[in-house]
């Protein structure tokens, strides 16, 4: 049984495993509709740095994003961000990456090989 009750599903604007987990285990019914949106190119049009705001304006933009294209359903959007000090790490392109960038301001973070 569904704790959701509304007349259309819930709709995650996002394709985050871990947010998904999240509904699903709570009982909560639910849809997961990818943004399509470029969260590089939203976040340096907004001039934010604050990790939070950034966070909370991206996850905005990817509710409207996806309300757009799936109007009468109530759409949940979400993000993160991470920050070490003032540096604000994006999405790595592979494993080793977040290492190597944490690494750089981390002296003792050990970098995988392979």
């Not at 939070?52 to 294209?69: C, N, T």
Request: glycine share 8%; proline share 5%; aromatic share 6%.
């Amino acid at each position: 049984m569904s704790l959701w009750r509304g007349k259309y599903p819930l709709i995650l604007a996002s394709q985050s495993r871990a947010r998904q987990a999240l509904l699903a285990n709570a009982g909560i019914e639910f849809e997961a509709v990818a943004a399509e949106i470029d969260e590089r190119a939203v976040q340096q049009a907004s001039s934010l740095s604050a990790p939070g705001d950034i966070a909370a304006l991206l996850a905005r933009e990817k509710a409207l994003s996806v309300s757009m294209r799936r109007a009468g359903n109530f759409v949940v959007g979400a993000d993160q961000t991470l920050a070490l000090g003032t540096r604000l790490f994006t999405k790595p392109d592979g494993r080793a990456l977040p290492w190597r960038a944490m690494a750089r301001y981390c002296s003792k973070a050990p970098i995988p090989r392979g």
